[in-house]
């Protein structure tokens, strides 16, 4: 039986939350590379918020994924064959390879992942784009100092619980905020932060105020909502939000009445003298040595731990991307979409 | 008959916006400087924007004016007698004098001000807080740079005119915004900004895109309201917005329905990229020896330009201070509380 490349199509566009019925499942020849050009064999496939946007056709950071064409992502792959004498058959890359078993690349924007430094599927995870978008928001846009109350949401996922393990490692009060006890537990006990607290409780806010007796000082924001809202009264004086996401606000159609209506907002961004600041790690690509050296003595020295949710078979990923957008995730996701010569 | 103390009280707290009875005027005995004090007469005392936020209990970034007691504000007085071995009789001083004639002051948070190097009124003007304001605002969190778009609101305004033409020495094109068509001519023709548009006109939005076909980098916020919605919605990937006011929204009481609610906004944020921050200038007193320097010499090499709005006599302070919140003043807003000794 001749080997398809199989793929996830952008079927239609959703109007607020998506549903399985906007994807589609297709099975195509397994394309062949041209002149410079080298088959990349996909093994795991990362699955992040940001998706969300490429299925709007609104103008978002980066093109909108086309209706008919595959999914726009990320993931690691193995070098099938190839034409360009920069990759040979048999190396570990990380590219922008689509919801796809099978993609072509002229080695273009494709870095490769050295499989002794650490499990490949970090090229995508801790030592990739979340690893530089925590190293990036924190460090170089928070600027915590050590003493500083720092608040992360999203704390046991891809980002934030890297974000929160840093801002340990420089010395800070950290409160991490998730969605489930275990995801609190795991935060505290595995990821060694100094709380955490679950946004579901019904008394959330006052647990907030409770567990950051000093003030916020930096609010590591990527999801918006109840967490925002409950966060940002507590901000002190020249605090710092470093903006990565809005994961609460991205299937939103129409303007929410929030309590945090924008006067309101910015005559508290005034008076407490807080800088806010959008990013997207794809900007700060300068900043990966470091990321992939710290980091990766961090993860060596146990000072940084990572935790993967691996989901079985591309034909997954759709409802796997689903559950993402509703936190039931638990670690960075990933989608094993080939096997792994590198692990046991 | 002896000279007595005129003085302006806080009389009640202002709902919205405030009137003319919110303030009580009093005459009381001239104090009287003791050990290491000195008696000041005010000259010009300064009105702000900021004395708004003082009116009210809640939380501002000062301490409110309380109710029975002078309003706060700073002003230039000459020294009429002084216990204060640094300061003799007859020198200038910049302090904060209240909304009063005379005051007493131990000489802290006090500054000279050389009437060889610029007329006395400047140190509550474009040699003080709202030059300090402009120049770090602009330069320290604005960051323009060669060829980019800066646009200014309240653009003939105390800080607005320093932030444009300062805007137009580092290469920028510059639109200022101002209320009110002779405002706009000034602005253009003496400021040399340019564009200026007005915000009342119908088509303000419309002139305001056409006037930045290449979208804003800059903008320097100090008005919100309907400029605000305006503005944002050009910024560039990138763009910063120094945040030193919102004058259209101080007087509101609830929370406004704007077209611009936190959850949109906090998207173009994140997209765009962009860096707000709130600043005051009392956090910036270590530029204040740069503004002195590099405003004067603009100043005297006529690349920047002043204006000031001087109302005679302290009994019409709360009156220009309400015409002040409405924009009925052109130029830097003083009240001019006994003779200039220094000016023909």
Redesign the interface.
Known sequence: MTEMNKQWLLKSRPVGEPTLDNWEYVETPVPTPGEGEMLLKTIYMSLDPYMRGRMNES???AASAEIGQPMSGTGVSVVVSSNNPKFKEGDYVVSHTLWQSHSVSNGQGVMKVDPSNAPISTGVGILGMPGLTAYVGLLDIGQPKEGETVVVSAASGAVGSIVGQIAKIKGCRVIGVAGSEDKCRYVVDELGMDECLNYKDDDFEAQLEKACPNGVDVYF?NV?GRVFDAVFPLMNDFARIP????IA?YN?TG????P????????T????????????SF?HYDRFPDVVRDLGNWIRTGEVKYKEDIVQGIENAPEAFLGLLKGKNFGKLLVQVSEDPTRD
């Open positions: 103008k978002s950071y924001e918006g903006l990565c996401g809005r606000n939103m303007d929410p009445d929030g945090n209506k924008l006067p309101a907002f910015m005559g961004m005034l008076v407490k003298r807080i800088m806010l600041r959008g990013f997207i900007d």
